[in-house]
């Protein structure tokens, strides 16, 4: 027995159209034949395709997720200013130091950044073809970096000392009734780091309402003076009697309880920040965006306090957080919201 195989519709459909048309009856006229395979009907809202639709931009990464990569990579173990455009470190790396730095940070928008680039050529001149403001806008790989407002001078905390400076720290900011705030920009200059190893391009800034960028010096220095280390733009270190627990501090092994008890006679809690403590540095505070080795030239000076900020004056940034970096680690530290407000050691 044969077995015949038999074809599927597919390739009666292929043999069908090879054929050609079918001619029909004596007259010889000719029937067209349909479409072999018909077009699949294209579903309602399906517009995936379409060569002109813009592609949606990537959701924003967390914000905690810059956190993580606070700090470039090291190529090298030794201070080699070759691969920092010049600078040198001030204070050498001893293991069991930590560089510790009190910020309020703030990420630029696109079209922020693009304002604020254009603010640098014209506050810049060259010798030969290289300039001498070095942007802090971008990396080197043109990645946009963020910018921030200093509450603290670059200090060095001991390795016994990191859990109880964070702790005391963040209980103040706690307690302190700080609560989110805004800032606006008021104009363009040139400032010297504290050693004068450096100039930074800055734009200068608004004194924020409820007086909140004073308040946080204020608690910043406090906090870095119980652990002996210098305030920001203070001329005096907290007054802290001398005691049979300097030891204790200078390791660390101490607690809240045991500051209190460092009051000078005749000062009542004078680790708290009262009215009288507070000083207005509001001209002090700033957001570097370059920064030269050597001190800029007078023309450099003179374009910088007659640039017009444009639509940097509509800028307005707000901050909910305190950042407290130690090392690498950058612990957020949340300003309150709530109503009521702080009697701590270093509130309100």
Request: aromatic share 6%; charged share 25%; glycine share 6%.
């Amino acid at each position: 027995m044969i077995l015949v195989e038999y074809s599927d519709s597919n390739s009666e459909a292929e043999a069908e159209s090879r054929r050609g048309p079918e001619r029909t009856g004596s007259t010889g006229s000719m029937k067209s034949l349909p479409a072999t395979v018909p077009h699949k009907r294209k579903r309602d809202g399906d517009d995936s395709k379409q060569p002109n639709q813009p592609t949606p931009p990537p959701p924003p990464l967390p914000a905690g997720f810059h956190d993580l990569y606070a700090s470039g990579s090291k190529t090298s173990t030794a201070d080699d200013p070759s691969l920092h455009g010049g600078r040198q470190r001030l204070t050498p790396h001893v293991e069991g130091n930590w560089p510790t730095h009190i910020y309020l940070e703030w990420y630029p928008k696109p079209t922020e950044s693009n304002h604020l680039l254009d603010l640098i050529p014209t506050s810049k001149t060259s010798t030969g073809d290289k300039p001498i403001t070095n942007s802090l806008l971008e990396s080197g790989l043109g990645t946009p970096l963020p910018l921030h407002i200093s509450l603290s001078r670059p200090v060095i905390l001991l390795t016994p000392q990191r859990d109880n400076f964070l702790d005391l720290f963040k209980k103040a900011i706690e307690r302190s009734g700080v609560r989110p705030f805004e800032v606006s920009f008021k104009a363009l200059d040139w400032v010297p780091n504290h050693e004068n190893t450096r100039w930074f391009l800055v734009l200068r800034l608004e004194r924020p309402r409820d007086d909140s960028l004073n308040r946080l010096l204020c608690i910043s220095n406090k906090a870095l003076g119980s652990f002996r280390q210098p305030p920001l733009y203070a001329t005096r270190e907290p007054e802290v009697k001398a005691s049979a627990l300097e030891d204790r501090r200078r390791r660390g092994s101490y607690d809240i309880r045991s500051l209190r008890s460092e009051v000078v006679p005749g000062k009542e809690r004078a680790n708290v920040i009262s009215k009288q403590d507070e000083v207005d540095f509001s001209s002090h505070f700033h957001i570097s965006i370059g920064w030269s080795l050597g001190s800029p030239p007078a023309v450099a000076l003179e374009l910088a306090r007659t640039a017009d900020l444009g639509e940097l004056q509509k800028v307005s940034i707000r901050f909910d957080a305190v950042k407290l970096k130690v090392g690498n680690a950058v612990t957020v530290v949340q300003l309150p919201t709530g109503v009521e407000m702080g009697k701590g050691l270093i509130g309100s």
